[in-house]
């Protein structure tokens, strides 16, 4: 089992930046790829951002490249997701998620943390 928290949301204002983070701990080795997704009310959950855990190769959504970054420490426990820019439709609970080599979905999820944005 793979556990991951989440935190960093909170309320800011358009423009302002935040910088969520995941902590992995478990059975951490089995992690193939960490991604950020987030799901805004009355909305399907969307995909955001995602790398892999070995050798940092990234991918982002359209509606979120230039403004947010993904990325891991050296230890390769927590996961970040630096946003920049942040406008209100970036309002959402974000989630972490890992998924391991021999599947083909995210599996682990954390709890997910608000992040709302002011206009």
């Known amino acids: 089992q793979v556990q991951l928290v989440e935190s960093g949301g909170g309320l800011v204002q358009a423009g302002a930046s935040l910088r969520l983070s995941c902590a992995a701990s478990?059975?951490?080795?089995?992690?193939?790829?960490m991604g950020w997704f987030r799901q805004a009310p009355g909305k399907e959950r969307e995909f955001v951002a995602s790398?892999?855990?070995?050798?940092?190769?990234?991918s982002y959504a359209d509606s979120v490249k230039g403004r947010f970054t993904i990325s891991r420490d050296n230890a390769k426990t927590t996961v970040y997701l630096q946003m920049n820019s942040l406008k209100p439709e970036d309002t959402a609970v974000y989630y972490c998620a890992a998924r391991r080599l021999e599947v083909s979905r995210y599996d682990y999820w954390g709890q997910g943390t608000q992040v709302t944005v002011s206009s």
């Open positions: 478990g059975r951490t080795f089995s992690i193939y790829r």
């Open positions: 790398l892999t855990w070995s050798g940092g190769s990234t």
